[in-house]
């Protein structure tokens, strides 16, 4: 079961693949209420794979820095947003996709807290099409905006 969010924790998401503003799916990010800002930011600590046939992006702990974005949304839209967040990185499916975790990213500003969404299923990694991005940049993944069946919705042989 994904974390409750505390009042200690910002209203605050980390994104760092297809939801980032100017990729794919940035829109979808919005759909239940806009982020009032976005900062570019890094998060220490953690490795950016591409899985490929899938097209997305996963992250998990590890010895390196992820480039990405955080989110900020206004305390009213909130909960409306993490819910439909949950929902969109498949906090919900057996097994699910992704777990949504506390992290500490860092911008311009300094550090701060968000939460980021680390990829939960680890069989996955070490298969074939599971490939570190050395940069930790999804923007240096040249495929990343082929078609691609939304996660969740494979169908399983």
Same mark, same amino acid.
């Given at each position: 079961?994904p974390?409750d ?7 605050s998401?980390?994104?760092y693949g297809?939801?980032?503003p100017?990729?794919?799916y940035?829109?979808?990010a919005?759909?239940?209420g806009?982020?009032?800002?976005a900062e570019?930011?890094?998060?220490p600590?953690?490795v950016l794979?591409?899985l490929s ?5 996963a992250?998990t702990?590890?010895?390196g ?5 955080v989110?900020h949304? /206004? *305390? $009213?839209t909130?909960a409306a947003?993490?819910a439909h967040?949950? =929902?969109?990185?498949?906090? #919900?499916?057996?097994? @699910?996709?992704?777990r949504?975790v ?10 701060g807290r968000a ?7 680890e069989a996955?990694?070490s /298969? *074939? $099409?599971a490939?570190?991005v ?5 923007? =240096?993944?040249?495929d990343r #905006?082929?078609?691609t @069946?939304w ?6 042989a």
């Amino acid at each position: 079961m994904p974390a409750d969010p505390t009042p200690d924790l910002p209203s605050s998401v980390f994104v760092y693949g297809t939801l980032m503003p100017d990729e794919r799916y940035s829109g979808v990010a919005s759909a239940a209420g806009a982020p009032e800002r976005a900062e570019r930011a890094t998060l220490p600590g953690f490795v950016l794979h591409h899985l490929s046939p899938e097209g997305y992006p996963a992250v998990t702990p590890g010895a390196g820095t992820v480039h990405g974005w955080v989110l900020h949304y /206004a *305390p $009213g839209t909130w909960a409306a947003a993490l819910a439909h967040l949950d =929902d969109l990185e498949g906090l #919900h499916l057996r097994p @699910p996709l992704y777990r949504r975790v506390p992290a500490t990213p860092v911008t311009d500003a300094g550090t701060g807290r968000a939460w980021v969404y680390v990829y939960a299923r680890e069989a996955r990694l070490s /298969a *074939p $099409g599971a490939v570190p991005v050395p940069s930790g940049r999804w923007t =240096d993944v040249p495929d990343r #905006h082929a078609p691609t @069946p939304w996660p969740g919705d494979e169908t399983e042989a």
